[in-house]
């Protein structure tokens, strides 16, 4: 059984880890997550560097 504090946990890396593989999945390019997330924080090298194996 999980403890309450693991109920609090911070999930916002993995979050942000599960959005930029969703985009990549769905072969958007770097300008399209831009124009859907203005505040999207990775460059644009980081996010063509991500592989979906």
């Known amino acids: 059984m999980k403890s309450i504090s693991d109920r609090?946990?911070?999930t916002s890396e993995l979050e942000k880890a599960i959005d930029?593989?969703?985009c990549k999945l769905y072969q958007l390019t770097y300008d399209e997550v831009?124009?859907?997330d203005p505040?999207?924080?990775i460059t644009e090298q980081e996010?063509?560097?991500i592989?979906?194996?």
Request: aromatic share 12%; glycine share 0%; charged share 35%.
């Open 39 to 41: 505040e999207f924080e």
């Open 20 to 22: 930029n593989l969703v």
């Open 8 to 10: 609090h946990a911070d």
């Open 51 to 53: 592989k979906i194996e």
């Open 47 to 49: 996010y063509t560097a």
């Open 34 to 36: 831009k124009i859907i």
